[in-house]
C-alpha cells in the first residue's frame, strides 16, 4: 500500500525542526508547526512493515511536518550519505480532503528501510523499493521524497543529534 501525496508552493519562511531521542525508547522525534488553513487530515499516520518496523508520521491539515522513527528495521551505515543536491522547498500534503469526523490516524502496510552516514547525523527512511523521486525539503533539517506516481517514497532527517548515553550506575 502507499501513501498518496501531493507537493505544494512553500509559503513563508522554512520551518524548523529539531530532532529528539528518547534515551530509553530508542525513538527519535521530530516535527514542525504545519501552515495550511485549506483542511485535511489532522493527526497520524503509521508506516509499518511485516518484520515490526513503525514509523508515524504527524499530519496537519493534510501537511506531513514530522515523524517519530518508533520501531527501526535494520540500520546501514553508508559512508558519503548525502541528501541529494536537487531539492524543491515546500510541503507534501497526503491528504487533499478533510478527514471524516473522528478520524485521525490511518496506517499503511509497507516496506522500510534505513541508511545513516558513520557520525550517525544524517538517517534516510527510505519506504519501499528504490525508485525515481523528487526530493522536497520541507523544514531544516526534514526532507520528503515524493515518487512519480504522487506516493510519498522516503524520508531525509539531516542534523540529528547523538543518541544520548546511558550513565551506567
Known amino acids: 500500500m502507499t501513501l498518496a501525496a501531493h507537493i505544494e508552493p512553500l509559503s513563508g519562511k522554512l520551518p524548523a525542526v529539531?530532532?529528539?531521542?528518547?534515551?530509553?525508547?530508542?525513538?527519535?522525534?521530530?516535527?514542525?508547526?504545519?501552515?495550511?488553513?485549506?483542511?485535511?487530515?489532522?493527526?497520524?499516520?503509521?508506516?509499518?512493515?511485516?518484520?515490526?518496523?513503525?514509523?508515524?508520521?504527524?499530519?496537519?491539515?493534510?501537511?506531513?511536518?514530522?515523524?517519530?522513527?518508533?520501531?527501526?528495521?535494520?540500520?546501514?551505515?553508508?559512508?558519503?550519505?548525502?541528501?541529494?543536491?536537487?531539492?524543491?522547498?515546500g510541503r507534501v500534503v497526503a491528504a487533499k480532503r478533510p478527514s471524516r469526523p473522528g478520524i485521525t490516524s490511518m496506517e499503511v502496510d509497507t516496506s522500510l528501510s534505513v541508511r545513516t552516514d558513520p557520525s550517525e547525523t544524517t538517517f534516510h527512511l527510505r519506504i519501499g523499493p528504490t525508485r525515481g523521486v523528487e526530493v522536497v525539503r520541507v523544514a531544516d533539517h526534514f526532507f520528503i521524497e515524493v515518487d512519480q506516481e504522487g506516493a510519498v517514497a522516503g524520508f531525509w532527517l539531516t542534523g540529528v543529534p547523538p543518541f544520548p548515553a546511558f550513565d551506567d550506575e
Not at 530508542?26 to 501552515?35: E, Q, R
Not at 513503525?54 to 559512508?79: F, Q, Y
Open 18 to 89: 529539531s530532532w529528539r531521542w528518547d534515551p530509553e525508547t530508542d525513538i527519535l522525534s521530530g516535527a514542525f508547526k504545519a501552515s495550511r488553513k485549506v483542511g485535511g487530515l489532522t493527526g497520524t499516520v503509521e508506516l509499518t512493515d511485516d518484520v515490526g518496523s513503525v514509523a508515524v508520521l504527524d499530519v496537519s491539515d493534510g501537511v506531513i511536518c514530522g515523524i517519530d522513527l518508533v520501531v527501526w528495521p535494520e540500520v546501514n551505515t553508508v559512508p558519503g550519505l548525502r541528501v541529494p543536491a536537487q531539492l524543491t522547498e
